[in-house]
């Protein structure tokens, strides 16, 4: 079945450092989503990316598709103690419509 | 999400027993997913639907049971539970290829 890779597995920066999370298929994606996962909460999404090269921005965070669609990446800019949490990237397919496959996640600390 | 509702939030339940979990959904999404989460595998599909009467297997079914007689809802039973099913479990309602919607999960523990 479809696999997707993400890393790292864990991100630990110091306030106000860059922070990057890269995900990786094998096969073609028809889109990817972002979601983030606060301690002890559920997963919240936070963006879909469709089209080859498709760059959006959410205030500090940046996410990227690349031009084959097969990787995306998650970057925040001057990480901030809110943004403490997972974050899942998760890519659905061409040929398995309406069910998306997770990453792992990343698990970004942040220290003050 | 006050859409999605999970129920119980906490379960402790024996080797052996029986236990569902509920999900119910008011936006009348065509889809349902259930996902486990443990520490070191993020969240692995178990069963989805794609409408009512429809059901698929996931990444991770066995030991699990799921039924979707009305759209709004997808129960999830453990016929026999197992400690290796202590977990937390997530359910999420979609429109196909549109955003997850996540519950606040249940945080099952089986002894």
């Known amino acids: 079945g479809q696999q997707v890779m993400q890393i790292p597995q864990y991100q630990h920066v110091q306030e106000g450092e860059d922070f990057t999370t890269y995900c990786n298929s094998s096969?073609?994606?028809?889109?990817i989503q972002w979601y983030k996962q606060r301690p002890g909460g559920h997963p919240v999404f936070l963006i879909q990316l469709v089209k080859s090269g498709e760059v959006k921005k959410q205030k500090r965070l940046t996410f990227q598709f690349g031009e084959a669609k097969k990787n995306s990446s998650l970057h925040i800019t001057a990480t901030q103690t809110t943004d403490v949490g997972t974050y899942f990237c998760?890519?659905?397919?061409?040929?398995?419509?309406?069910?998306?496959?997770f990453g792992d996640g990343t698990t970004l600390t942040v220290k003050p | 999400d006050a859409g999605i509702t999970q129920s119980p939030r906490y379960k402790i339940t024996e080797t052996g027993r029986q236990v569902t979990l509920m999900c119910h959904q008011t936006w009348s999404h065509s889809y349902m997913f259930w996902y486990r989460q443990d520490l070191g595998h993020g969240l692995r599909l178990i069963y989805y639907s794609a409408a009512a009467d429809i059901t698929d297997k996931g990444e991770v079914p066995d030991g699990y049971v799921v039924s979707r007689s009305k759209t709004e809802n997808f129960p999830l039973t453990l016929e026999s539970a197992t400690r290796s099913q202590t977990s937390v479990y997530f359910c999420?309602?979609?429109?196909?290829?549109?955003?997850?919607?996540f519950g606040n999960g249940t945080r099952l523990t089986v002894t």
């Open positions: 998760a890519a659905a397919s061409n040929t398995n419509a309406g069910k998306s496959t």
């Open positions: 096969t073609t994606l028809s889109n």
């Open positions: 999420a309602s979609s429109e196909g290829g549109s955003p997850l919607h």
